[in-house]
C-alpha cells in the first residue's frame, strides 16, 4: 500500500490508478438537464489508497479540498397551455428558442421547468396541428432558492385547413451520416466524438454528433445541400450531396483532420470501477458522467467493461471529472499531459444509500412500431409535466434522469406516429426505474372526402345530356373500390371514373357521370338527389373510409342547356342555310315560341325563321334560329320568358340572353381574265 503522501511511480507498475474510499456518504444533489460531467469538490479521502503513475511523470501532491460552494439559486418556472377544442392537452412541447431547454405538458397542460440559471428566457409552445404561441419573455433573477415563476395561461388555436385542391407537398427526406477523425489519413478509432456541430448551410437546420460521431438529419426537403460539420481540436470539413422527394441518405461521411500535429498528441486511457452497496462491482456504466473541464465538450464512450480513452489532446494539464448518479462523489483528478504523452487511470465510484429526497432516473425503450423506419432515433420521451425530457439513440434507449422522488406519467412522442404514455410511473430516492419497451404506432392519415362540384346542397344543378360531379379526395384512392361504394338515389344512370380513366379524374378525383338522357331511368326536373360513398371505398394503402360520405343537391327546372355558336364564340362563320341552335332540357311547347318575341341586335332583314326540332331519343328540343347574318358584326340575342314546357312549366334561365361575333368578310379571289393560255 502507498501512503497519501509519496504519490511515487510504485515498483512494477506502469498505470496511473486511483482507489478512492469514502468515510461517510454525502448526498447527491439533483441532476439537472443533461449536463455530461458533474464535479463534485471538497469530500474527505480516508481509508483509501492513491496510486498515480505515468511515462516519466514526477511525484504528484494531492490538492488540498477545496471549500464546499455555496449552492447557487434554483428558479423555476411554470405555468399551463390548453389546446382549443380538446379536453386534454398532454404532450405540448414547451421550449427556449437557442437554448436546449424543452419540457412537455401533462394531460391538464402543466409544465415546469427547475433549475433555470438567472437571465434572460424567451417561452414559446407548439403542437402539431395548432398554432406556436409566445408564452411570455422573463427576467429570471437571483432572488434565492425555490424561487417559482408562473406564466400566464396560454390556449393554441388549430391551423386553418388550407384551401382545397392543396397541392402535395414535396415528400421531404432524411440524411443520415458520421463524422471521423483521421489522424494519419486514416479514421481513427476509439475516439469520443460527440459535440461536433453539423449543419445544412442555408438553412437553419443544425444538429450535433453522437460519441461514435453519427448525426441525423429529419424532415429535409428535396435539393442540393452541403453538410458543413466542426468537431473541437479539428479542422472544418464540408461535402456536398443531392437529396431527392422522399430519399434517406445514409452513410454520408465527413472526415475531420486534426489540429495538431502527430508529435503534439496525447490521451488519457483508463477504466471506471463502480461499488454498489452490497460490495459487488456494477456493470450499467450508462449512469456515469465523465470528462475533462477545460474541455466541456469532451465525453468519452465507455466501454462495456467501463474502459475509455480520451484523444488525442494537446500537451497541457488536464482535470478530469467523474459522477454517477447513486454513487458518492470523488475529487477531481489534475492530470499533466505536458511532459508525458499518455496517462492511465482508474476511477472508482462508490455507492450511496439513497437520501430521502436524491433524485432518481427512468431508463426504457421507445421504438417506432413501422417496419419502414428500422432507426428508432429522434422519439422524445419526456415526463409529463416536467423539463425531463430525453431523445432516443438508433436502438431506442432513453434516459431521464434528476428526477424528484414522486409519481409520474411517462410520454414518448415522435413526428408522425401516435403518442404514448405509460401511467403511475413511481421514481423511489437513488433508483432507477426500468419502463417496457414503448411502442408508437405510426399515424394513419384515413381517406376523406375534402371537396365536390357541386357543392353540397346545390338547388340549381343543370340537367343536361352528361350530369359530372366531381369529388376530390386527400389521398389516391382505388378506382375499382370507388365503383363498389357510389350510389345515387333516386335512381339514374351514371358512370364512375377514378384514375385515368376519364379526361378529367385522377387518382384523388373522382367523376361520376349521371346519364342526363337515359330513356329507362330519366333525370327529374327540380328533384332532390344523393350521392352516397359507402366505407367500401378505400385508398392504396387498404384504409377506408371512417363513414359513409353524403352528397345532397336539387336538380333546377326546365332551362336551355347550351347554344351554337357557344355564349362568347368569336370569329363565327354562318351561311344564310346554317342556323343558330338553342338546346333545351325539356320538351318546349311550340305555340309558346313566336319568332317576333325573340329579340336579336342589332337587328336582322326580315322577321328570322324559327324551328323547333325534338331530340328522338329524350324528346328534348333544339331550337333553329336562321337569318342573315352580317359578317364582322356582335350579335345578342335574348329568348323570352313566356317560353313553356308541354307540361305548362316555365323556364328556370329565361330570359336567356347570349351572344356571339361573326368573322369578317373574306374577298373572293380575283379571276384570271387572260384565259387559257
Known sequence: ???????????????????????????????????????????????????????????????????????????????????????????????????????????????????????????????????????????????????????????????????????????????????????????????????????????????????????????????????????????????????????????????????????DRREITGRIELILTDGTRGTDFQAVRLGLKELPDSRPRLQPDGTFRLGPLAPRPYTLQASADGFAPVEDRLLDLAETSAANVVVTLEATRPMPDQPGWVVGRALKNDPEAPDHRGIAVALAGTSIVGLTDAAGNYRLAGAPPGLYEALAQAEGYEPQSVADVRVEPGEEVRLEDIRLEKTLVYPEVVETDPAPGTRDFMVHFEMPIFVRFNKKMRPESLRRAVALRPNVGFHVYGGREHPESDFDLMVVVIDGGDERRPVRHDTAYELTISTAAEDFEGLRLQRAFALAFRTSRPGVMDTRPAHGARDVVLNPAEPVIVRFNATIDPRSVDPRMIRIRPSVPGVPTVQTVDDVRTGWTQLHIQSAWAPDTRYQITLPSRLRTTTGQSLANAPFTFEFQTAKARPLPALDRRGPR
Not at 108 to 131: E, K, N, S, T, W
Not at 162 to 178: E, K, L, N
Open 1 to 263: 500500500m502507498v501512503a497519501r503522501n509519496s504519490m511515487g511511480v510504485a515498483p512494477g507498475r506502469g498505470e496511473l490508478s486511483l482507489r478512492v474510499g469514502v468515510r461517510r456518504a454525502a448526498a447527491v444533489s439533483p441532476a439537472r438537464g443533461f449536463s455530461p460531467v458533474r464535479r463534485f469538490v471538497g469530500q474527505a479521502l480516508a481509508l483509501g489508497s492513491l496510486i498515480l503513475s505515468g511515462c516519466g511523470a514526477g511525484p504528484l501532491e494531492a490538492p488540498s479540498p477545496p471549500p464546499s460552494p455555496t449552492p447557487e439559486p434554483r428558479v423555476a418556472v411554470e405555468g399551463q397551455v390548453l389546446l382549443a377544442g380538446r379536453g386534454q392537452a398532454g404532450g405540448v412541447q414547451v421550449f427556449v428558442p437557442g437554448r436546449a431547454l424543452l419540457a412537455l405538458t401533462d394531460p391538464d397542460g402543466r409544465f415546469r421547468f427547475d433549475g433555470l440559471a438567472p437571465g434572460p428566457y424567451r417561452f414559446m409552445a407548439q403542437h402539431p396541428g395548432y398554432r406556436s404561441v409566445l408564452l411570455g419573455e422573463l427576467e429570471l433573477l437571483p432572488e434565492g432558492r425555490d424561487v417559482a415563476y408562473q406564466l400566464a395561461p396560454a390556449v393554441l388555436d388549430p391551423l386553418e385547413p388550407p384551401p382545397s385542391p392543396t397541392p402535395a407537398p414535396a415528400a421531404v427526406g432524411t440524411i443520415a451520416g458520421r463524422v471521423r477523425s483521421l489522424v494519419d489519413e486514416a479514421p481513427a478509432e476509439g475516439l469520443d466524438l460527440s459535440g461536433g456541430r453539423v449543419a445544412l448551410e442555408g438553412t437553419a437546420m443544425r444538429t450535433v454528433t453522437e460519441p461514435d460521431g453519427s448525426f441525423f438529419f429529419w424532415s429535409v426537403p428535396p435539393g442540393s445541400y452541403r453538410v458543413h460539420a466542426e468537431l473541437r481540436a479539428h479542422e472544418p470539413a464540408f461535402v456536398d450531396l443531392e437529396l431527392a422527394a422522399g430519399q434517406t441518405l445514409e452513410g454520408v461521411l465527413i472526415d475531420l483532420p486534426p489540429l495538431e500535429s502527430r508529435l
